[in-house]
């Protein structure tokens, strides 16, 4: 590992991207340091280390990378740029005009990323707007009229200099810019985990390494799996010149949807925990019945995540144009019609590969919990290096890898995954 690291050191090329990635991320660290106006430290850390901590805006805050404990710069993180850019794939699957701005090409893609640009502009505003009012109703905020747009105005800056800088990065650095922020916050979350897991009982210091080597195994082990369906083409006559066929395979994933539906399905979960923390009366009925710990929330959770899971599958891949895709370029699967009866086999394969990836996904996210009610993990080093976060690390790591595979490949270097 470490003389591939130093193969990759030498290339010049290489290098100035990896220095260019870590100076965007030091950037993106130092601004989460940098307090917005007129916020009350004090009362802020006491809001997040009691109960609604624990809630909503703890998942939040784990995103942020403490920075909306702080409420800093950077306290809306790159999280409304996710949830914009979310909301146009699921618009151009129901949306006929932006289904054939997808068709145009790069030109189209550029009109939809400039759409995501504004409508990630509104979210942090609106959000930001939310924030303060929540805060302030909480004591951990005071301000008037000019001081309130001096906030929102902030915030929506912070979040679109993180939309910027994570742009850059996956033009100028290494690997997805987004995603790369995302890993970021959750590894400078990290500290409070292992001080959650060193501070705990006998039984979470014993068995919390064991649960997650297992789940980084495990993790790794589904990620990397795939279902490769052999494509043939056929010879194509183009002017005077024939092309040859070929043969070569479709790469369908086991976890198509990534990490997205547990992200959706712990925020939803969240809402009630947090509203609660306002009423002591509903608090108190939510954690009776409907906590971290109960049943109710597991299955409930478990339930929504392969719901989004399937739903989910279906924007990032369809059947349909995939199918028509191989048909246009004269490809086909050996064995199988093209037109209708392959996009019938896409669908099948599909749905027996997210059954699945769904369960898995539920059982990285509700694991946890059952081991914090058996084995008292605290709530900190859940949030820290519980499934979703081990998920997100890992998944953004792999990916980093083999974006650095490729470029020591095309220099003829060794490479590290085998």
Same mark, same amino acid.
């Given at each position: 590992?470490?003389?591939?690291?130093?193969?990759?050191?030498?290339?010049?090329?290489?290098?100035?991207?990896?220095?260019?990635?870590?100076?965007?991320?030091?950037?993106?660290?130092?601004?989460?340091?940098?307090?917005?106006?007129?916020?009350?430290?004090?009362?802020?850390?006491?809001?997040?280390?009691?109960?609604?901590?624990?809630?909503?805006?703890?998942?939040?805050?784990?995103?942020?990378?403490?920075?909306?404990?702080?409420?800093?710069?950077?306290?809306?993180?790159?999280?409304?740029?996710?949830?914009?850019?979310?909301?146009?794939?699921?618009?151009?699957?129901?949306?006929?005009?932006?289904?054939?701005?997808?068709?145009?090409?790069?030109?189209?893609?550029?009109?939809?990323?400039?759409?995501?640009?504004?409508?990630?502009?509104?979210?942090?505003?609106?959000?930001?707007?939310?924030?303060?009012?929540?805060?302030?109703?909480?004591?951990?905020?005071?301000?008037?009229?000019?001081?309130?747009?001096?906030?929102?105005?902030?915030?929506?800056?912070?979040?679109?200099?993180?939309?910027?800088?994570?742009?850059?990065?996956?033009?100028?650095?290494?690997?997805?810019?987004?995603?790369?922020?995302?890993?970021?916050?959750?590894?400078?979350?990290?500290?409070?985990?292992?001080?959650?897991?060193?501070?705990?009982?006998?039984?979470?210091?014993?068995?919390?390494?064991?649960?997650?080597?297992?789940?980084?195994? =495990? +993790? *790794? #082990?589904?990620?990397?799996? /795939?279902?490769?369906?052999?494509?043939? @083409?056929?010879?194509?006559?183009? &002017?005077? %010149?024939?092309?040859?066929?070929?043969?070569?395979?479709?790469?369908?994933?086991?976890?198509?949807?990534?990490?997205?539906?547990?992200?959706?399905?712990?925020?939803?979960?969240?809402?009630?925990?947090?509203?609660?923390?306002?009423?002591?009366?509903?608090?108190?009925?939510?954690?009776?019945?409907?906590?971290?710990?109960?049943?109710?929330?597991?299955?409930?959770?478990?339930?929504?995540?392969?719901?989004?899971?399937?739903?989910?599958? =279906? +924007? *990032? #891949?369809?059947?349909?144009? /995939?199918?028509?895709?191989?048909?246009? @370029?004269?490809?086909?699967?050996? &064995?199988? %019609?093209?037109?209708?009866?392959?996009?019938?086999?896409?669908?099948?394969?599909?749905?027996?590969?997210?059954?699945?990836?769904?369960?898995?996904?539920?059982?990285?996210?509700?694991?946890?919990?059952?081991?914090?009610?058996?084995?008292?993990?605290?709530?900190?080093?859940?949030?820290?290096?519980?499934?979703?976060?081990?998920?997100?690390?890992?998944?953004?790591?792999?990916?980093?890898?083999?974006?650095?595979?490729?470029?020591?490949?095309?220099?003829?270097?060794?490479?590290?995954?085998?």
């Amino acid at each position: 590992m470490f003389s591939w690291l130093s193969n990759a050191w030498r290339v010049p090329e290489l290098r100035r991207r990896l220095l260019f990635t870590a100076g965007i991320l030091a950037v993106y660290r130092f601004g989460s340091w940098v307090p917005a106006p007129g916020i009350n430290e004090s009362q802020l850390s006491s809001i997040f280390g009691g109960s609604a901590g624990n809630g909503v805006l703890g998942l939040l805050n784990l995103f942020s990378g403490s920075a909306l404990s702080r409420f800093s710069l950077f306290a809306l993180g790159i999280m409304p740029y996710v949830t914009a850019s979310i909301i146009f794939q699921v618009l151009a699957v129901v949306v006929p005009s932006l289904e054939r701005l997808q068709k145009e090409g790069e030109a189209g893609y550029a009109k939809i990323t400039q759409y995501t640009r504004y409508l990630t502009v509104a979210l942090a505003a609106a959000q930001a707007t939310g924030y303060a009012f929540l805060f302030k109703h909480q004591g951990a905020l005071h301000f008037n009229t000019g001081r309130l747009v001096i906030i929102i105005l902030t915030l929506t800056a912070g979040t679109t200099l993180l939309m910027w800088m994570g742009e850059q990065i996956t033009k100028r650095g290494i690997g997805n810019g987004i995603s790369l922020l995302i890993f970021a916050s959750i590894l400078a979350y990290a500290p409070q985990g292992i001080s959650g897991w060193i501070n705990g009982g006998t039984s979470a210091r014993l068995f919390f390494p064991l649960v997650a080597l297992g789940i980084v195994v =495990s +993790v *790794v #082990f589904v990620m990397e799996g /795939q279902r490769r369906i052999p494509v043939q @083409y056929a010879r194509r006559q183009l &002017g005077n %010149r024939q092309t040859t066929g070929g043969s070569t395979y479709m790469p369908l994933s086991v976890v198509m949807a990534g990490v997205i539906p547990i992200i959706f399905a712990a925020a939803i979960l969240a809402v009630p925990q947090t509203v609660g923390s306002f009423k002591p009366t509903w608090n108190t009925w939510l954690q009776l019945n409907f906590g971290y710990s109960s049943w109710q929330y597991l299955l409930a959770e478990a339930l929504l995540i392969m719901m989004m899971t399937y739903f989910y599958t =279906s +924007v *990032v #891949f369809n059947p349909v144009e /995939q199918a028509d895709n191989l048909r246009k @370029y004269n490809g086909y699967i050996p &064995g199988i %019609r093209p037109g209708p009866p392959t996009a019938a086999y896409f669908d099948r394969v599909l749905n027996r590969l997210t059954f699945p990836g769904a369960l898995f996904l539920a059982s990285v996210a509700v694991a946890p919990s059952i081991f914090i009610a058996h084995f008292h993990f605290s709530q900190a080093t859940y949030r820290a290096l519980g499934g979703t976060s081990v998920l997100i690390v890992v998944g953004v790591a792999l990916q980093t890898m083999r974006q650095m595979e490729s470029q020591m490949v095309m220099r003829h270097y060794e490479g590290f995954l085998r």
